[in-house]
């Protein structure tokens, strides 16, 4: 049989990290080594980083990319390696592939389609290689080929689709399907968002049977820049059939997802097939011996957490966690600081730093957690999860009247339960203080009869110094607590709850969350990991508690029930959808639930208060991306500071409201 193992690799990379990422890399290719692997992918960029955003233009970027390629290559023999890196050509960059085998370079291929939406903006800074292009680059005293390549080693072709190659209607590998290719690889940096795993299967299993190949995806792992959660997604498919797929959230900094295929397998594929050959790519031949394998079992199968039916909740934990592990840890930041409130936000927070934790250590081991955390000296004695949520994870509470027993006593029950440094102070003085100094000014009393929305910011704003102050103190990150049903309609003040470095889930619903929060609490991850520290607050009504306790304040009674909220979000600017339209759509979906009247003032609501508050969206600590309903104008959806406000949009919407109820009244009284 003609067998040959291969194998994706995954690494968790950081942007402009030079050694770090080199020392990734090799560690993966002498872990490919030792598991006799013949051909090992690595993913898109990942010498750089894919996220060095505007230094891509750095003539300096692409310098020290070969130069760290010159080091790779070194290490190289006995296999052949793909990696990624940005080249220079021409004064234009370009997104490239180095194919090494036995430490020398065979060839460079290039993207051809530059993923330009949401997230991803590559257009700016890569120039996409155009079909049937070749040129050369020059290293050293040494030129190599560059372009659309098909590189032959030992009598098999092997050819590349690169991230998004494969996600356009007309992908390359057609192309090299007609060439008779018979493995593609396809170095990837395909962002994390809920269920995007599935996708990404068909594109392999589906391009492996169509294409009669081999195919070999390799992902980034880990919060790589910022914003965007890699999850480390890794699959080998060969003639339509997965053989396996990688673990995904891990801790590590590298690992591989490895296969043997059969070549027989994948050209008789080809050979069934009555497409006639066409030949355009440029062949960069060389000479590799496979060595003999034996065949082995695989079988694909999903994780055993994707298997039991919560996987978005599972994906929602892992992703947040891991974003939050890697953060800390490439900050160089000694722990978390959360503005504990005792309601679902803050509370969502502080678990997910705790699963950081828990999750790290039961993949690494303590040791193994608290050395990659080695900047970290607090934690270097601590012998347990436990001890390590002490160090790591700082609460504050910080009530006023207008704050509950309830809250308090949820806030502080988590707080025991995850055994996390937990500070109660009363800030009422400090509230007074400011009122006393502006009564002063101004010459009379501030009132909620006359100043309500003032005194209710003033309280919140007043928290921010002190979490500040700890987070200083601690050497820590403070996490903002706002989430995006709030971003959505400005339900949150400014350098009040928007404070903070990071705002971990600022780009997730309020409904979705407190399902997830009680979830936590009775199920957990895998059936395992629970909190039940969460029961007190999961017992409460979401409220900001900013009015006397006698006003009995309800978010959803200031704002709309969220679930209502986030369809309407969903419709409105997911959807591009105008108010009418919503309307529409809402009286579909919630029939019988709402009334007509309820969700003409809740879509009036939403928008108007959407577009008063987009330059509070502008101002949000950065968010971590996990779909396509995010709201954060940096990375994913723009929308004008000051507009319209959707007034001609919204009359309509009344207009037809107004309409259908006088039809109503005009049928039932016999019109």
Request: charged share 25%; proline share 3%.
């Amino acid at each position: 049989m003609n067998l040959i193992k291969v194998a994706a690799g995954v690494v968790n990379q950081t942007p402009l990290a030079w050694e770090s990422n080199k020392r990734n890399i090799i560690g993966c290719i002498e872990e490919a080594k030792s598991q006799d692997i013949s051909i090992l992918c690595l993913p898109e960029l990942c010498i750089t980083g894919y996220g060095c955003e505007d230094m891509f233009y750095a003539s300096g970027t692409c310098e020290t990319a070969l130069e760290m390629l010159q080091d790779i290559v070194e290490v190289t023999s006995g296999l052949i390696v793909s990696v990624g890196l940005p080249i220079l050509i021409n004064n234009r960059v370009y997104n490239a592939a180095c194919l090494i085998s036995n430490k020398q370079i065979r060839g460079f291929a290039c993207k051809k389609n530059l993923a330009n939406n949401g997230l991803h903006y590559e257009t700016r800074w890569f120039q996409p290689w155009p079909d049937n292009q070749r040129t050369e680059l020059t290293i050293g005293e040494f030129s190599y080929p560059v372009g659309d390549l098909i590189f032959e080693a030992g009598g098999v072709k092997i050819g590349f689709e690169i991230c998004e190659d494969a996600w356009i209607a007309n992908r390359p590998g057609r192309s090299l399907y007609l060439q008779g290719v018979d493995i593609i690889l396809n170095p990837t940096a395909s962002h994390f968002a809920f269920f995007k795993t599935q996708t990404r299967e068909r594109l392999v299993q589906d391009g492996s049977r169509a294409f009669g190949v081999a195919y070999i995806y390799a992902n980034l792992l880990g919060n790589e820049a910022g914003r965007a959660i890699f999850d480390g997604d890794a699959m080998v498919a060969q003639a339509g059939e997965m053989l396996v797929s990688g673990t995904r959230f891990s801790y590590r900094d590298f690992y591989l997802t490895p296969a043997v295929i059969d070549l027989d397998k994948v050209r008789l594929e080809q050979v069934q097939n009555r497409l006639t050959f066409s030949g355009t790519s440029q062949k960069v031949p060389f000479l590799y011996d496979f060595p003999p394998i034996k065949p082995i079992k695989q079988r694909f199968e999903l994780e055993h957490w994707e298997a039991k039916g919560f996987q978005k909740e599972e994906e929602f934990a892992r992703a947040i966690a891991l974003a939050l592990f890697d953060y800390l840890r490439k900050s160089r930041s000694s722990g978390w600081v959360i503005s504990l409130s005792g309601g679902a936000d803050s509370s969502a927070i502080t678990g997910l730093c705790y699963l950081a934790i828990e999750l790290g250590v039961s993949e690494l081991g303590l040791e193994g957690f608290k050395q990659k955390l080695g900047h970290i000296k607090k934690i270097q004695d601590c012998q347990s999860v436990q001890e390590l949520s002490k160090a790591l994870i700082t609460n504050i509470y910080q009530g006023t009247e207008n704050s509950s027993n309830d809250t308090r006593y949820s806030a502080s029950s988590l707080a025991e339960s995850l055994n996390t440094t937990f500070y109660d102070i009363n800030i009422n003085g400090l509230v007074e203080t400011y009122k006393d100094l502006i009564q002063g000014a101004i010459g009379r009393n501030l009132s909620w009869e006359t100043d309500d929305l003032a005194l209710q910011n003033i309280q919140a704003r007043v928290r921010a110094p002190s979490a500040w102050l700890l987070a200083n103190i601690n050497n820590a990150l403070l996490l903002a607590t706002s989430n995006r049903s709030e971003a959505a309609v400005g339900y949150a003040t400014m350098d009040g709850d928007t404070s903070g470095s990071i705002s971990p889930i600022a780009g997730i619903d309020k409904h979705f969350l407190r399902h997830w929060l009680r979830w936590l609490e009775h199920t957990g991850l895998d059936g395992q990991v629970k909190l039940p520290g969460l029961n007190a607050m999961n017992n409460l009504q979401p409220t900001a508690e900013l009015r006397p306790l006698e006003a009995k304040q309800i978010d959803e009674e200031d704002l709309m029930p969220y679930d209502l909220l986030n369809a309407i979000e969903t419709a409105a600017f997911r959807d591009k959808k105008s108010p009418k339209d919503c309307l529409e759509l809402m009286e579909l979906e919630f029939e019988g639930i709402y009334n007509k009247e309820k969700l003409v003032m809740s879509i009036d609501r939403f928008f108007r208060l959407w577009s008063r508050n987009q330059w509070k969206r502008e101002r949000y600590a950065p968010s971590f991306h996990v779909d396509d309903r995010n709201l954060d104008p940096r990375s994913w959806l723009r929308f004008p500071i000051l507009s319209g406000g959707f007034e001609k949009e919204l009359a309509d919407m009344h207009d037809y409201a107004n309409d259908s109820k006088g039809k109503q009244r005009r049928s039932r009284i016999g019109f």
